[in-house]
């Protein structure tokens, strides 16, 4: 039996394709752009939902692991366009977030999470 797995893993890895599609250069990074993917669609809910803390961890580790893609050998510029999306994905999320908590002059209205901008001022004539 083993000499069978044998021959079947060296029939694989003889053909550079199947070698790159079964090892962990492809499928680390596959499975890792979930992240990022996840990160695009929260673009379409509301901020006030987002982590901060969380959202600087996951910039932090997207810009860690970029530059550890090109680092290694052979560079994984799959990996690496993996971390640069979840890097944009995240400073996205990051400028929602202080933009929603710090920045905006909006009140908050009521309890289903709706922002209503203050009235205006009402201009009185003579």
């Known amino acids: 039996m083993a000499a069978f797995v044998k021959a079947i893993n060296a029939k694989i890895r003889s053909n550079p394709v199947s070698d790159y599609l079964l090892s962990t250069h492809f499928w680390g990074p596959a499975s890792n752009f979930g992240i990022p993917i996840a990160a695009i669609l929260d673009t379409q809910k509301s901020p006030d ?66 922002v209503e901008n203050p009235p205006a001022a009402k201009v009185v004539k003579a």
């Open 49 to 114: 939902m987002i982590s901060g803390q969380m959202t600087g961890a996951l910039t932090i580790y997207a810009f860690t692991f970029m530059r550890y893609s090109l680092a290694v050998t052979p560079k994984n510029y799959l990996l690496f366009a993996c971390h640069f999306l979840n890097a944009g994905a995240q400073m996205t999320q990051g400028y929602r977030y202080l933009d929603y908590h710090y920045w905006s002059k909006a009140v908050p209205a009521g309890s289903n999470g709706a």
